[in-house]
């Protein structure tokens, strides 16, 4: 198998399924690229370069014109385009060749991924709380992109959880009234987290204790990823 640093370079469908499966318990960032891509060349050192960085995560390198069946299925309409999977699930993607935005994406989820394993006791536990319960009447795809979010939020604190921005959340915001508002469960699981009303924000406050907040993020880590091995289980039967 052709590699560059820690990069391993896809060169089927079949070989790509087999090694995300592989790779299923660790971080794994995937660079869909192309030959004649000029973007994707100028990029593809630093891609090589995180990977020496970032050993812990699986860096994966597919050409879209040679695994045409795995680009079509991840809706790969760009190039340089990279996804980013924690325990087989998407949790973020970038579109285009910034080397600091993609550092800083790699170094936001490798940590994710570390804190990834969860306390089955704070999971018990938050299963059992009214807002996850309402959250798990979604439809599916609604659960996915709004628990991704949330997992994002609460990822944000943890990494940085001395910095004010990721603690506010503002009201009026396209995120807040589109993505949280309209969901339900979505705004009490924010509460349930530790958030309040302030004005025109809600607000974790710098004094607020973390530990509601990691409850929450172990029950949506724990339920994205029995879905996804259903999944699994469902296609291979």
């Known amino acids: 198998m052709a590699s560059h640093g820690n990069v391993l370079i896809i060169n089927s469908d079949a070989q790509f399924k087999s090694e995300f499966e592989k790779n299923s318990n660790k971080l794994v960032i995937v660079d869909f690229t192309a030959s004649w891509c000029g973007p994707c060349k100028r990029i593809a050192p630093v891609f090589e370069q995180l990977s020496n960085q970032f050993t812990a995560a699986a860096f994966l390198k597919v050409d879209v014109d040679i695994c045409k069946v795995t680009a079509a299925s991840h809706g790969i309409r760009a190039m340089p385009t990279f996804l980013f999977f924690i325990h087989g699930q998407k949790v973020d993607e970038m579109k285009g060749a ?42 599916p795809d609604t659960f996915d992109s709004t628990s991704q979010l949330l997992l994002r939020i609460a990822t944000n604190i943890i990494q940085e959880p001395n910095e004010p921005k990721y603690r506010t959340l503002k009201l009026s915001t396209n995120t807040f009234q589109n993505k949280l508002l309209p969901v339900k469960g979505a705004v009490e699981c924010l509460f349930a987290m530790g958030f309040e009303d302030k004005d025109d924000e809600v607000i974790l406050q710098a004094d607020k204790s973390l530990d509601d907040l990691k409850m929450i993020r172990d029950t949506i880590l724990d339920e994205r990823n029995k879905r996804e091995v259903l999944l699994k289980t469902m296609q291979k039967t």
């Open 98 to 139: 910034d080397p600091a935005s993609l550092q800083q994406k790699i170094q936001q989820w490798a940590l994710q991924s570390n804190q990834s394993s969860v306390d089955s006791a704070k999971v018990a536990t938050g299963r059992q709380l009214d807002c996850f319960r309402e959250l798990l009447e979604n439809p």
